[in-house]
């Protein structure tokens, strides 16, 4: 069983559940993730929780169990949370777990006291030291911060994979299309954004990675005063024309290309949007 939050699923969280996935392997179990939402120090979270599981699963998980971090929950004691949920309800024999992680009620229970109850509840444990980078700890806020500021290529070093963003296909104002770059435009599923711009980027649909140009903005040359104060996420895939409404795609961002500009026609900017097409394939193909 590997426990933790596991928001962003980040270099040390991988490390942790990998090692639960190699145990189960060894000794033909069942690895066991559990995780909990709405994140228990309510902060905005990394991932989407269907993210979030995608990427566990990724990894070999088995079963994931995702805790319902109410209220009620929040109240029982470190010591319940161990014996009642932990062992009798989930059947723990192995845990692997971070350093630094806290649980229970105000956050009483700690590494020493799953070390404590272990020959209790018979169960081994296992406990990561926090990893870091650049003599810095690799946490999930700190990757936040990183994606907001715009530092990718940092946060893709902590993460350990590429900076992504999970949403479902919605319909737009299909004005890209008579441009002749007919976009996807994406619905994020609350996750964090890198900043306005363009982007080269691969766009995962149904495991198949494809090459795209992403702009994250307010399309200030298309909407003119409209709906301005909101950010738009769309994707134009090379080479691409099945119809994918409703479906979700993960954005993975390789490098930015440019900022978002407002042009004086829409002329401009389809003469733009190829050179930032043109940018992106010798970004991502050489």
């Known amino acids: 069983m590997a426990l933790g939050v596991f928001d962003g699923v980040h270099l040390g969280h991988r490390l942790v559940l990998k090692a639960a996935v190699s145990k189960a392997r ?5 690895a066991v993730a559990v995780t909990f939402y709405p994140h228990p120090q309510k902060e905005q979270s990394l991932y989407s929780l269907q993210h979030r599981l995608r990427l566990i699963a990724e990894l070999g998980i088995d079963v994931c169990v995702v805790i319902n971090f109410s209220p ?11 014996r009642k949920i932990l062992v009798e309800k989930l059947g723990a024999r192995s845990i692997y777990v971070g350093k630094n992680f806290r649980f229970g009620r105000h956050a009483g229970g700690d590494c020493r006291l799953l070390e404590k109850f272990s020959g209790e509840c018979n ?4 406990v990561f030291k926090v990893l870091k980078i650049d003599h810095r700890l ?4 700190r990757i936040r ?5 715009g530092k990718l290529a940092t946060a893709q070093k902590l ?3 590429p900076v992504t963003v999970l949403g479902t296909v919605i319909k737009g104002i299909s004005l890209a299309g ?6 996807a435009n994406i619905n994020p599923h609350h996750e964090i954004l890198p900043p306005s711009g363009v982007y080269a980027v691969r766009a995962v649909l149904g ?4 090459g795209a140009v992403c702009n994250i903005g307010r399309k200030p040359t298309v909407l003119r005063g409209r709906n301005s104060a909101e950010k738009h996420i769309e994707v134009y895939i090379f080479n691409f024309s099945k119809n994918i409404y409703g479906k979700n795609l993960e954005v993975q961002f390789v490098k930015k290309i440019r900022d978002e500009k407002k042009l004086p026609t829409l002329e401009h900017l389809a003469r733009l949007i190829a050179k930032d097409v043109k940018k992106a394939k010798n970004i991502l193909y050489f």
């Open 145 to 149: 911060k990183l994606i907001i500021k």
């Open 72 to 82: 009620a929950f929040a109240k029982i004691k470190a010591e319940d949370f161990i």
């Open 138 to 141: 690799i946490s999930s806020s």
């Open 159 to 161: 993460l350990s994979r």
């Open 178 to 183: 008579k441009l002749g770059f007919p976009t």
């Open 123 to 126: 169960y081994v444990l296992k």
């Open 26 to 30: 060894v000794i033909n179990g069942t």
């Open 207 to 210: 495991g198949r990675a494809l």
